[in-house]
Nanobody, 126 residues
Framework: VQLQASGGGLVQAGGSVRLSCAASPRTLSNDLTAWFRQPPGKEREFVAAISRTHGIPSYVDSVKGRFTISRDSTKSTVYLQMLSLEPEDTAVYFC????????????????????WGQGTLVTVSS
């Protein structure tokens, strides 16, 4: 069971990046997949999550309207499209997956996830 995050890099403020989280097919049968990020010197924080059974993704307030999480079950991949990037978005981005369902109010809690990818660095220059 592996999650492979990719797509990070250096981008100017106002630019865009799309991250991918590729999973073994069995992993993506998990109900919930999320993106977290860890800015330099800070704790890991929730960014967005998408569920197979709950129709509406969830986002942290700071990325609403700029980031979009989506999944392609045929490719066993979850994406994070990031637009209008800001220097504050600079972080290592991790994807995570959970086997079972989880109440929506707990999607932000990194302790609830069973599998983690290795992280991909996004650097936004001002």
């Amino acid at each position: 069971v592996q999650l492979q995050a990719s797509g990070g890099g250096l981008v100017q403020a106002g630019g865009s990046v799309r991250l991918s989280c590729a999973a073994s097919p069995r992993t993506l049968s998990n109900d919930l997949t999320a993106w977290f990020r860890q800015p330099p010197g800070k704790e890991r924080e929730f960014v967005a999550a998408i569920s197979r059974t709950h129709g509406i993704p969830s986002y942290v307030d700071s990325v609403k309207g700029r980031f979009t999480i989506s999944r392609d079950s045929t490719k066993s991949t979850v994406y994070l499209q990031m637009l209008s990037l800001e220097p504050e978005d600079t972080a290592v981005y991790f994807c995570a997956a959970r086997r079972g369902r989880l109440v929506r109010s707990a999607w932000y809690d990194l302790r609830q996830y069973d599998y983690w990818g290795q992280g991909t660095l996004v650097t936004v220059s001002s």
